[in-house]
Nanobody
Framework: QLRLRESGPGLVKPAQTLSLTCTVS??????????WDWIRQPPGKGLEWIGA???????YYSPALNGRASISRDTSEDQFTLRLDAVTPEDTAVYYC?????????????WGQGTQVTVAS
């Protein structure tokens, strides 16, 4: 059974860097065809795709983040990480890691439970 679990701080101060890690169990992040996504949902708003790392290691970003996001992976640990620089209160959201087969969240079939991140001083 594939499981994804997000971990990271729940509170980040403005202008700092948010760092989240997704740990995958029951599967490999190098398994052919899959895309491993970071997605968030701000309070009262819809889902927003942040970016992804494909099984091949190719990394994709949403242009909406204006270059603030950075995604990396550790294949030996089946983990992938999101870093978001220069956060503001508008980055407050529930952050999810997920697995799909195409970019975006419409093809996601496995989700982590989500982790609340609040940006506040």
């Amino acid at each position: 059974q594939l499981r994804l679990r997000e971990s990271g701080p729940g509170l980040v101060k403005p202008a700092q860097t948010l760092s989240l890690t997704c740990t995958v169990s029951g599967g490999s992040i190098t398994a052919n065809t899959y895309i491993w996504d970071w997605i968030r949902q701000p309070p009262g708003k819809g889902l927003e795709w942040i970016g992804a790392v494909a099984y091949s290691g190719t990394i994709y970003y949403s242009p909406a983040l204006n270059g603030r996001a950075s995604i990396s992976r550790d294949t030996s640990e089946d983990q992938f990480t999101l870093r978001l620089d220069a956060v503001t209160p508008e980055d407050t959201a529930v952050y999810y890691c997920a697995r799909g087969v195409r970019l975006g969240y419409f093809s996601v079939t496995y989700w982590g439970q989500g982790t609340q991140v609040t940006v506040a001083s």
